[in-house]
């Protein structure tokens, strides 16, 4: 079966502008999850999503950055007027609903110019 | 705040031997643990995970230990094959609230055939 994907897999724009990560998590999984990972640094929670509930927006670094998902299909990270510290690869994973398991995506490699 | 470390960035070990990857975390209330191994240009992806419950669990060649007392975990692999390069990520997280769950900066481990 098909895994996570997101789109697009390296993405370089100009500071300021604004830009768009897609996430597509695998089909059934009721929980989805946004991270940040930068140079030679862990992991950084940004988002989660679990189902109809509210999404968990504690790990935004600003607001900057939102996200949007459609019911427990896909999701969307907007980072608007990029800068470049927000250069990182952005990685995208889903869970299957009650499990501490999450399957991460390829990322997104984003580099702020 | 890094309440999981990885204080080794980078481990070498020849194929055939055991490889110990160390994590080390700070807040008392993480109860689940995981490691996650990520190989370049691909998401991490989920290797074993052990409860506060248990003090070891085994899979095959890797085996993950836990220290309560010293808020510290390790994974070993025996025997090591160069197949394991990669870069291995601690993760902990306090039930039920696995949404938040925080990772380590990672260890790139290399087997050397």
């Not at chain 1, 509930?53 to 896909?74: I, Q």
């Not at chain 2, 309440?3 to 080390?24: A, F, H, M, T, Y």
């Not at chain 2, 409860?51 to 510290?72: C, M, P, Q, Y």
Request: net charge neutral.
């Amino acid at each position: 079966g098909a895994g996570v994907s997101q789109s697009p897999s390296n993405k370089v724009t100009e500071k300021g502008k604004d830009v768009e990560l897609r996430c597509d998590p695998i089909s059934g999984h009721t929980a989805l999850y946004w991270y940040r990972q930068r140079l030679g640094q862990g992991l950084e929670f940004l988002i989660y999503f679990q189902g109809n509930s509210a999404p968990d927006k504690s790990g935004l670094p600003s607001d900057r950055f939102s996200a949007e998902r459609t019911g427990e299909s896909v999701s969307t990270l907007t980072i608007q007027r990029t800068q470049q510290e927000d250069s990182a690869v952005y990685l995208c994973a889903s869970s299957p609903a009650g499990t501490g398991e999450q399957y991460f995506g390829p990322g997104t490699r984003l580099t702020v110019t | 705040d890094q309440q999981v470390k990885q204080n080794s960035p980078s481990l070498s070990v020849q194929e055939g031997r055991i490889s110990i990857l160390n994590c080390d975390y700070t807040n008392s209330m993480f109860d689940y643990f995981l490691w996650y191994k990520k190989y370049p240009a691909e998401g991490p992806t989920f290797l074993i995970s052990i409860s506060s419950i248990k003090d070891k669990n085994e899979d095959g060649r890797f085996t993950v230990f836990l220290n309560k007392s010293a808020k510290h975990l390790s994974l070993h692999i025996v025997p090591s094959q160069p197949g394991d390069s990669a870069v291995y990520f601690c993760a902990a997280s306090a039930r039920p609230n696995n949404n938040d769950m925080r990772f380590g900066a990672g260890t790139r481990l290399t087997v050397k055939p």
